[in-house]
Nanobody
């Protein structure tokens, strides 16, 4: 079993930056693909970014490409999402998720989830 805990969310002005983190415990995630999803009020949870176990391969939703960067530190069992040029439409609860070897964009493919961290972008 893997437990995931997100942190670093908060309130930021439009155009600002924020880095959120996801720390895993229970077992190593060094052989897991990791992803960030988000869910705004009244909407479905959507894919944001994913990273392969090695960190070499990354995927992004079109809406965040060029603004967000996903990274990982396997020695710290931690995944990060650096968010820049934030927009009010980025406001959501951000969730960290883990699965097997390969990257997937569908939330149904992920086995472990964190509780989420709120990111609010004011205009």
């Amino acid at each position: 079993q893997v437990q995931l805990v997100e942190s670093g969310g908060g309130l930021v002005q439009a155009g600002g930056s924020l880095r959120i983190s996801c720390v895993a415990s229970g077992r190593s995630i060094s052989r897991s693909a990791m992803a960030w999803f988000r869910q705004a009020p009244g909407t479905e949870r959507e894919f944001v970014a994913a990273i392969s176990w090695s960190g070499v391969d990354t995927h992004y939703a079109d809406s965040v490409k060029g603004r967000f960067t996903i990274s990982r530190d396997n020695a710290k069992n931690t995944v990060y999402l650096q968010m820049s040029s934030l927009k009010p439409e980025d406001t959501a609860v951000y969730y960290c998720a883990a699965r097997g070897w390969t990257i997937r964009r569908s939330e149904d493919e992920y086995d472990y989830w964190g509780q989420g961290t709120q990111v609010t972008v004011s205009s």
